[in-house]
């Protein structure tokens, strides 16, 4: 258990479906990010928020759209996806620089398993 | 923008045996290099990380070598044994701000054999 928690863990979606993934971090960190993980690609950075505001979008598609009410929480919002969006999206938290010997570590969730049809 | 390579991409050593995984960056303002462990079907989990201003660092049978000059680090794993058959991805970052824009390399599937 990392502090990082992601839900569903599986989702199935057709795709005109609309759906969103949700991921809740316990450890008091300011950024949280969304990566991408598929099988022919390397760990994607999607989205990074930093204590709410949103400071970096990777060049990702309209169809995912991010949300982060608070620095604790984080969605990301799925619409109309495509099947080759199918992948493991995974959640990660990271405390603010300086903040002891950890500071700025990547602490990932366990990921939500994404399948479009 | 930040480019990180990794090799190789698959690495086969018998129980016992040294594994080393190389990877170089791109961009020289890069000063943070952690190292994750992702075992099938789990989270990427941190097992070592350099800063630029570190040379070198060991954790008992890890260990992680920086070269700034040549944008190079390498980790290295003694005494290997079978759970530490996984996925290995390095990664560069530049710490700036309050947050870590991590890039990570393609991987590499290490397979330990009994």
């Known amino acids: 258990e990392t502090g990082v928690t992601q839900t569903p863990r599986h989702l199935v979606m057709g795709m005109t479906n609309k759906k969103s993934l949700k991921c809740e971090q316990h450890l008091g960190h300011n950024a949280m990010y969304w990566y991408k993980q598929s099988a022919k690609k390397p760990l994607e950075l999607m989205f990074v928020?930093?204590?709410?505001?949103?400071?970096e979008n990777n060049s990702v598609p309209s169809r995912f759209s991010p949300e982060c009410p608070n620095s604790s929480h984080l969605f990301l919002h799925l619409h109309t996806l495509q099947p080759e969006d199918s992948a493991l999206y995974l959640c990660a938290s990271s405390p603010r620089q300086g903040r002891g010997t950890s500071g700025n570590t990547i602490y990932f969730g366990e990921g939500s398993w994404l399948t479009v049809v | 923008g930040e480019n990180v390579e990794q090799h190789p991409s698959t690495l086969s050593v018998q129980e016992g045996d040294s594994a080393v995984i190389k990877c170089t960056y791109s961009d020289s303002a890069s000063n943070y290099f952690p190292w994750y462990k992702q075992e099938l079907g789990k989270r990427p989990q941190l097992i070592i990380d350099i800063r630029s201003n570190v040379g070198e660092k060991k954790d008992q049978r890890i260990a992680v070598t920086l070269n700034k000059t040549a944008k190079h680090f390498s980790l290295h794993i003694t005494e290997t044994q079978p759970e530490d058959s996984a996925v290995y991805f390095c990664?560069?970052?530049?710490?700036?701000?309050?947050?870590?824009?991590?890039?990570f390399g393609a991987g590499t599937r290490l397979a330990v054999h009994p």
């Open positions: 928020y930093n204590f709410k505001e949103q400071t």
């Open positions: 990664a560069a970052s530049i710490l700036s701000g309050g947050y870590n824009k991590l890039i």
